[in-house]
């Protein structure tokens, strides 16, 4: 069966959920985590079969009401998602919690699922199924689909929320959605993430972040005519396992992520190499709550339901000619070595502190604006806490979601998650240059297959 992405989505209901309880009005700052990140917004987006009740289908309606309600509950928990970022005396950003409430889209695509192209979301999802925020920190748009189908999905300012707090916040709406408990009440005590008195810096931080002052100025690329785009992969366990297999060497275990992003990097380097690149960098988004709580009982279990940011981008620079030409063991010994600098207890409070001393301007990490012309570079991060299978509202599991995440810097961004479709294997979405999509599908279609309805269909189902 083909694809469509020429399909036409009619709005035919806006409107404000706000938190069924009153809230009082109060401000929330942003921690110094929280200021590293630049103004993007977040899409995410699951996809539903028409589901059946008691030999009834369940109407679009009847699930539009659900999710509204299950909405207004879920705010009185997670209110800094019905709020508004505003910025303070000193330019800073912060939210208001006021109860403005979250942008509610219901809307109509003349569209079979089946053939919605997942393979390109940037044609039949961006800007049709994924709501562009316009205001507030949290927007939803729920879609009918021809067939009966349904496509829920949200965008959300990045300032406020990582994809762990945004995991918790989805899992918590369809629990709720279910009439159940939520099994994690989100913790806002941003002094987990105070800085220490008097500060400690590792030098490496200068080497990780810059403040924007430090922007060098635009650069011309190399190749005019290229340009990011987005592209959503498959890629089975058994493929995973071969990667982890050729990457381990001597004894040294490395995940499926350093072996996956290794795999990556090895072949951006082929078209760097023919772009006559010297250099390509490559960041590993590492999520600082288990590290932050670590010796302290306490505040690990407060991290653990911790709302907002706690990310770090370790990221390593290497030699083309290299990548290319040493075993993927070797590569991903590289990735091991720029990640160990990052997954420490001392290297997230260093973090802390590193933008305490540069406050009030605004911090990047060096890898989101690569702003060099020595080479391309990329982020990967792991999505695998994902929860596809847990994004039931009533009308059972989606049987396809991803993050939407075309995110405006200068590098590429990757992202892989757990497949609904199978245990173990990986849905993978990919923010890269046009040209570097089409070399990896050319070069490694063995290993990443463009991802359809089909192919999940034919895949027997674990879960």
Known sequence: MGTKADFTVTVSKKEVVAAVLPLQEHWLPLSNLDLLLPTVDVGVFFCYKKQEALGNSISFGSMVSVLKKAMAQALVSYYAFAGEVVPNTVGEPELVCNNRGVDFVEAYADVELQNLDLHNP????EGKLVPQKKQGVLSVQATELRCGGLVV??????????????????VSWAEIARSKSISVVPSFRRSLLNPRRPGCIDPSLDHMYMPISSLPPPKEHHQTTDNL????????????????????????KRTKLESFSAFLW?????????????????????????????????????????????????F?????????????SWVANQVHDFMDQAV????????????EVHRPEPALAKIYCNGSDDGPAFVVSSGQRFPVSKADFGWGCPIFGSYHFPWGGD?????????????GDWVVYMHLFKRQLELIETEASNVLRPIT??????LAPIY
Not at 153 to 170: E, P, Q, V
Not at 316 to 328: A, C, D, F, H, T
Not at 344 to 355: A, P, S
Not at 453 to 458: H, N, T, V
């Open 122 to 125: 940037d044609e039949s999802i």
């Open 153 to 170: 999905a949200c965008t959300f300012d990045h300032r406020i929320a990582d994809a762990y707090s945004a995991n918790m916040f989805l």
């Open 229 to 252: 785009i987005s592209r959503i992969y498959y890629i089975t366990s058994e493929r995973l396992t071969d990667l982890q297999a050729l990457a381990c060497s001597n004894g040294y």
């Open 266 to 314: 090895k072949k951006v380097a082929v078209l760097a190499a023919k772009d006559n690149f010297q250099i390509t960098k490559m960041g590993i988004v590492v999520d600082g709550r288990v590290r932050l709580g670590e010796g302290d009982k306490d505040k690990a279990s407060l991290m653990g339901s911790y709302f907002g940011n706690v990310l770090s981008i370790p």
């Open 316 to 328: 390593g620079s290497q030699r083309v000619n290299e990548l290319i030409e040493k075993p993927l």
């Open 344 to 355: 420490t207890k001392e290297h997230f409070l260093g973090l802390i502190d590193w933008v």
């Open 411 to 423: 590098a590429g961004y990757v992202m892989p998650m757990p497949s609904p479709a199978r245990e």
């Open 453 to 458: 309805f089909d192919y999940l269909d034919s």
